[in-house]
Every structure is written in C-alpha cells, then in structure tokens.
C-alpha cells in the first residue's frame, strides 16, 4: 500500500532534483525555446509540461483546480516556469500534508485524453504523477546535453546521501 510518508519522499526527491537542475538558468530564451527533440520539442515544451501534468493530476486528486492546460507559450523563461513549478509543489504538500493514508485509497474519478471516464486509488495517481516528473526530468536532461550543457546529479542516490549528510560516492 502507497504511503502519505511514501508519496512525501517521492515528491521531495522530485523537487530537489528539479532544482539541481541549475545550469537551466544559463540557458538563453533561444536555447530555453528551441526545438531540439523529445516527445515536446524543447526543454521549455518538456517543462510546462511536467508542471501542468502533476497540477492537473493534482486536481483530478482532490487538489486545487488547474484549469486548462498550461500553454508554453505564456512561460518565455526558465524563471516563468520555476515560479510556476513553484507554486504546484506548494499545492502538492499542502494536499499530502492533509492525507491520511487511507485517503489515499479513495477512488479519484477522471476523463482520460480520449473522453473515457476512468478511476484509481488517489496514492496511484499521485504516485504516477511523481514518477512522471521523473521520466521528463530525465529527458530535459538529454535535451541539456544536446544543447551543451551538463545537467549534473540529481539521482536520488545523491537525494538520499544529502539528505544523511555523507558522500554519495
């Protein structure tokens, strides 16, 4: 069974190693919005993405309305999309902060992209959401280092070492 403690930790890595992601601030508005690859074109594309993804799983959760999906467009900058991301990670542990984990149970109803309704335990969403962070930040970190750039270590066996106070290597 999916914890609160377990949804909490996963999220925290995620935000962690969302803000290792340091070098993001060198990048120029051209290199932030140009296409390169992946399965959004670029690292801005992949990171309004992310953003609206677990806002919107959020609120399929029981969390604060999203609204419609977020638009790249309207994030010209890294720092627009940081303050965005921001904002949904508060969201996101003020809404675990308020679970117990047999909340976590409790089947969230929702409309897939296709129009079909479908149901899951609220502590898989949320686990898919996290995860889902995961696997774009993997991908913004393919598309730094086509663009030059070395998005460090944000591997959650650093997480865990930081978070102890010892070296990871």
């Known amino acids: 069974m999916i914890t609160v403690k377990d949804l909490a930790g996963l999220y925290d890595y995620g935000y962690w190693a969302g803000k290792r ?6 990048l120029t508005p051209e290199e932030f919005t140009r296409p390169v690859a992946g399965s959004f074109g670029s690292i801005r594309n992949t990171m309004v993405h992310v953003v609206s ?3 919107g ?3 399929r959760c029981g969390g604060p309305k999203r609204g419609p999906r977020l ?3 309207d994030f010209p900058t890294v720092e627009t999309v940081r303050h965005a991301a921001g904002r949904v990670e508060d969201h996101v542990r003020a809404f675990l902060a308020n679970q117990q984990d047999e909340d976590l149970t409790r089947h969230a109803e929702y409309v897939n992209d296709r129009g079909e309704k479908r149901s899951m335990p609220v502590g898989e969403l ?3 959401a ?3 962070g995961v696997h774009h930040r993997g ?3 393919l598309l730094l280092r086509m663009l030059g750039h070395a998005p460090g270590d944000f591997d959650a ?3 865990h070492a930081e978070r102890r106070g010892v070296l990871a290597w």
């Open 139 to 141: 991908q913004v970190a």
């Open 71 to 73: 638009n790249p467009d």
């Open 126 to 128: 949320m686990h898919h």
């Open 157 to 159: 066996l650093f997480y």
């Open 57 to 59: 799983w959020l609120e």
């Open 53 to 55: 993804a677990e806002a």
């Open 21 to 26: 992601l340091t070098v993001m601030a060198q």
């Open 130 to 132: 996290a995860n889902h």
